[in-house]
């Protein structure tokens, strides 16, 4: 599946064919020291950063269809057909991109909708790291009666339970982030 470029919505690929492993965090001590470096560059939390860790001969390149400065990056025949519908960065081993998926205020920045041009010829290997607000390791657990905040106890007491279910209490697909003092568990 990739990102169709005009409508975001995932779709089936003929030409663009990729394999994926997800790493634990510090897991050894490469994966550990890349995470430090990545901690240290970015300092904010909703980020990805997308590490080139192979040239590719012809296309590959990452591009940014809705990007405003599209306009403003001339391109020649060096670059793939795809490359030319947006801003766009060229696979290089060693380099790495960065870029952010949330405005300051954290709503979704729609401008940093990408995508992977089809490699034309030779091979592409990445590895991307994301930067969520919270850590995965603190999503909560339908088996934890746990509250996510400390503000829970008070939001329960103004009646947020009743008010706002979704968030507060969970849904069958998702865990609430006040449990405990809706009183849904024990």
Same mark, same amino acid.
């Given at each position: 599946?990739?990102?169709?470029?005009?409508?975001?919505?995932?779709?089936? @690929?003929?030409?663009?064919?990729? *394999?994926?492993?997800? +790493?634990?965090?510090?897991?050894?001590?490469? $994966?550990?020291?890349? =995470?430090?470096?990545?901690?240290?560059?970015?300092?904010?939390?909703?980020?990805?950063?997308?590490?080139?860790?192979?040239?590719?001969?012809?296309?590959?390149?990452?591009?940014?269809?809705?990007?405003?400065?599209?306009?403003?990056?001339?391109?020649?025949?060096?670059?793939?057909?795809?490359?030319?519908?947006?801003?766009?960065?060229?696979?290089?081993?060693?380099?790495?991109?960065?870029?952010? @998926?949330?405005?300051?205020?954290? *709503?979704?920045?729609? +401008?940093?909708?990408?995508?992977?041009?089809? $490699?034309?010829?030779? =091979?592409?290997?990445?590895?991307?790291?994301?930067?969520?607000?919270?850590?995965?390791?603190?999503?909560?657990?339908?088996?934890?009666?746990?509250?996510?905040?400390?503000?829970?106890?008070?939001?329960?007491?103004?009646?947020?339970?009743?008010?706002?279910?979704?968030?507060?209490?969970?849904?069958?697909?998702?865990?609430?982030?006040?449990?405990?003092?809706?009183?849904?568990?024990?």
């Amino acid at each position: 599946m990739v990102t169709d470029l005009e409508t975001g919505e995932s779709i089936e @690929s003929e030409y663009r064919t990729s *394999t994926g492993a997800f +790493l634990n965090k510090a897991q050894d001590e490469v $994966v550990a020291n890349v =995470e430090a470096r990545i901690a240290a560059w970015t300092f904010l939390p909703e980020a990805t950063v997308l590490m080139y860790l192979s040239d590719v001969d012809k296309g590959g390149e990452t591009v940014f269809p809705r990007s405003e400065a599209a306009d403003s990056q001339p391109k020649g025949d060096d670059w793939s057909n795809c490359a030319k519908d947006g801003y766009a960065v060229k696979p290089r081993k060693g380099d790495a991109l960065l870029f952010f @998926s949330l405005h300051i205020n954290a *709503t979704t920045d729609r +401008l940093s909708l990408h995508g992977s041009c089809p $490699v034309i010829e030779g =091979e592409k290997w990445s590895a991307t790291k994301w930067i969520h607000v919270r850590s995965y390791d603190s999503i909560p657990s339908a088996e934890k009666c746990i509250d996510m905040y400390p503000e829970c106890s008070s939001w329960a007491a103004s009646g947020e339970c009743d008010k706002n279910p979704s968030y507060m209490v969970g849904t069958q697909e998702y865990v609430g982030h006040c449990r405990k003092s809706c009183n849904v568990c024990s």
